[in-house]
């Protein structure tokens, strides 16, 4: 008998391993990448972003091009659980609460830790657009907003 249940197991192993669905690459081509403009709720100016994808478990990572015009910029906000981006084009400025305001550039990176409350939008006189990443956490937001960021604030040096 234990023999034959062991067979019976082998058996049904071979074959759920054979209907397995081995994963693949996905592409997100351009073309169908949509730019909305962003909630005016959690920012000043105009603000778009373009989805590139969304998070699809088990992976966490949304990622998604954020075009700031000049002069627009988030509320103060933080990440539960951290973001990345790079500055892919244009001039910024990021400011991490009770610090100086840093400008940026094309090619600067910047990461913000789980629960650092901060800022983050075009010069004044030029857009930026920024590629982010955020982790999709089940039951967490990926941002958390507070207010907006003043024009005294914004301005500051």
């Known amino acids: 008998m234990q023999k034959y249940l062991i067979f019976v197991l082998a058996l049904a192993t071979v074959a759920c ?30 603000v778009y972003t373009r989805g590139v994808w969304s998070a699809k478990a088990p992976m966490q990572a949304n990622g998604a091009f954020v075009i700031f015009t000049p002069g627009s910029r988030t509320y103060w906000h933080e990440h539960p659980t951290g973001q990345s981006f790079i500055v892919t084009e244009g001039e910024g400025y990021v400011q991490e609460e009770g610090k100086p305001k840093v400008v940026l550039h094309a090619g600067d990176g910047v990461v913000c830790p789980p629960g650092v409350k901060h800022w983050h939008g075009g010069s004044k006189d030029k857009m930026m657009i920024q590629f982010a990443i955020s982790e999709k956490v089940p039951g967490k937001q990926t941002a958390i907003w507070h207010e907006p960021v003043s024009d005294e604030q914004y301005n500051s040096h």
Not at 25 to 30: A, D, E, G, L, R
């Open 17 to 46: 391993s054979a209907n397995e669905v081995k994963p693949e690459q996905k592409i997100y081509p351009i073309a169908k990448q949509v730019v909305t403009e962003a909630n005016p709720a959690n920012f000043t100016g105009k």
